[in-house]
């Protein structure tokens, strides 16, 4: 038996009836109210003459909507395409990278599963539908016998997006060693402390094992000259991939930015400045203890630490230099290349600067008083002559004040978070007609862009911002939010299995790692080094 129409139910056609309205109909509708329309007949009579003069001026500058980032369309599951992997190193970062490539802890997603009955959270969506990648994580290297099984449990869970199927052949290795000889891995993430990274990768493109490296690439300057060979050398002998895990430049964010630069919005740009600002023990690398001021799981029997310290200096064992081995020199690149390293691979994205000529630094441990040799407090200088640029780095763990990057131009300068801005200077060149005319207004965004929204506009609501800046670890895809590591893994995979091009080969990461190697000489020996392109050897020059 057939329903009646309901009449409260609109039909196709009602509907197209009802998109019929343009702004003529919607202008002559308020104009007819008393009083009230009079207000909203210029309200809408203002809004549609500025909409039409920005749209205007978006077209005279040639900027276009956000459809640039789309999410390459790659087939995973052709025969014989299946890659395995092994995870070195299984904290924090190694458990986001399984999730990034389709394996989730059960407590994770039970976490999820209240967050998101609660509404506080779309992660556990955004995970499910997330591509099957076609990888079996077939090995994990962890000297923590706590994390190994938490690994374990993560891989062998048999929630997945796109419902691929659960894992019951992984192998845990004790020593990366074995794990790169192993014809049981044909890739392998690296996710461990800094000073592992050239040894395990050197060791790994040796035997043909594709590698997905965290930054900083390498702890010192000399390892950067090794891997590079190393790694030159097996992509000519054995198409080895290697991707640093420089994941930021997957954000739609970044493709818009490149644009605005590529078509010289800003004009010529002489100064971009980027900081750091983090105001929790955990950020200031704390993170030895729980919550309740007690230490956190791990002793001799349990850790194998002679393997944790590899080549580092002998030193007693120490939950400190275990889970906070950032604050150490033997461990670590400091700031510069736990932070500041992302930031410097996004400009050298946007703006192609390679090498700079010179940095200078500062800075000093002046709030976390506890032992720490690496400082909390840094600021780094680089000088570009051939670009006619300077960037400026400053840090702070002490303090949360959002700071962006800006990037400073003659004729603009542009905002760049998880959202972007772009603001008219007052004394352009290029502008200074339209401002004089009113077209531009300096005090607004010539336009404003959000990852995800339907387009750009030069008015953005305080909950669309608020919900930007919040997008740490996602970007969107055809409007679907996605995370940015997945992306970035997803095309090393892609190129593992396609030969395609990669976004943070061996030679963006031996620009970033420098970069960083500079300024933590800079800092560390009170002095100003240049970059000598002849030797390719970063020197110092003396003290400041």
């Known amino acids: 038996m057939r329903k009646k129409p309901d009449p409260r139910r609109k039909t196709s056609q009602h509907r197209k009836a009802d998109s019929g309205l343009n702004r003529r109909d919607l202008l002559k509708g308020f104009a007819s109210l008393p009083v009230f329309g009079v207000f909203a007949f210029e309200f809408l009579k203002k809004r ?22 789309v999410e390459p369309k790659t087939t995973f599951k052709k025969p014989g395409q299946l890659v395995r992997v092994g995870i070195i190193g299984f904290g924090i970062r ?42 079996a994580i ?13 690994a374990m449990e993560v891989i062998r869970n048999p929630v997945r997006p796109g419902g691929a199927p659960a894992l019951t052949q992984v192998r845990r290795f004790r020593s990366y060693r074995e794990m790169v000889t192993s014809n049981e891995v044909d890739a392998v993430v690296i996710t461990t402390p800094d000073f592992h990274h050239a040894p395990m990768a ?15 690439m390498t702890r010192t300057e000399e390892e950067v000259y090794q891997l590079e060979m190393a790694v030159n050398k097996a992509r000519k002998n054995k198409n080895v991939m290697f991707q640093v895990g420089h994941q930021y430049k997957q954000n739609e964010v970044c493709y818009k930015a490149k644009e605005i630069l590529d078509k010289h919005i800003l004009g010529p740009v002489t100064l971009v400045e980027t900081t750091t ?15 309740n001021g007690r230490p956190k799981p791990g002793n001799e029997q349990s850790i194998d630490w002679p393997e944790w310290l590899g080549s580092a200096p002998k030193a007693p064992f ?49 709030f976390y008083k506890d032992g720490r040799e690496i400082p909390d407090i840094f600021h780094a ?65 010539i336009f404003t862009f959000l990852p995800g929204s339907r387009g750009i506009d030069a008015i953005t609501s305080a ?82």
């Open 463 to 544: 909950s669309e911002k608020y919900y930007a800046t919040r997008g740490l670890m996602y970007t969107y895809r055809d409007n679907r939010r996605v995370d940015v590591t997945h992306l970035h893994l997803a095309e090393w995979l892609n190129a593992i299995r396609n030969s395609t091009p990669l976004s943070c080969p061996i030679e963006k990461g031996v620009e970033s790692t420098l970069a960083c190697h500079m300024a933590t000489r800079a800092y560390r020996e009170q002095g100003k080094v240049i970059w000598d392109s002849v030797r390719r050897r970063i020197v110092v020059t003396g003290s400041t």
């Open 94 to 135: 190694g458990e986001q990278i399984a999730r990034a490539l389709g394996f989730a802890h059960p407590d994770w997603i039970e976490n999820e599963k209240k967050k998101q009955q609660e509404r506080r959270s779309d992660n556990l969506e955004v995970w499910l539908n997330q591509p099957d990648l076609n990888v």
């Open 202 to 216: 050197l060791a790994a493109v040796r035997e043909g094992k594709h590698v997905y490296c965290e930054k900083c």
């Open 381 to 445: 200088t680089y000088e570009f002559p051939h670009k006619n640029l300077t960037l400026l780095y400053s840090a702070s763990l002490a303090s949360a004040r959002p700071r962006h990057s800006v990037y400073m131009g003659h004729d603009a300068w542009m905002e760049v978070g998880h959202f972007l801005n772009v603001y008219p200077d007052e004394r352009s060149t290029r502008y200074e007609a339209k401002i004089e005319n009113k077209i531009i207004d300096p005090s607004r965004p």
């Open 48 to 69: 549609s003459y500025e909409n039409r003069l920005k749209e205007d001026l978006l077209q005279e500058l040639g900027i276009t909507e956000p459809a640039t980032a």
């Open 277 to 291: 600002n983090r105001n929790t023990p955990d950020g200031a690398w704390v993170r030895h203890l729980d919550k």
């Open 318 to 366: 120490s939950l400190d230099r275990y889970y906070n081995w950032t604050k150490y020199w033997d461990y670590a690149t400091g700031i510069s290349g736990q932070l500041f390293s992302h930031e410097y691979d996004t400009v050298n994205h946007l703006l192609g600067l390679g090498m700079p000529a010179t940095c200078v630094a500062s800075g000093g441990i002046y």
């Open 138 to 150: 077939t090995g994990v290297c962890e000297v923590f016998d706590l994390r190994a099984r938490r």
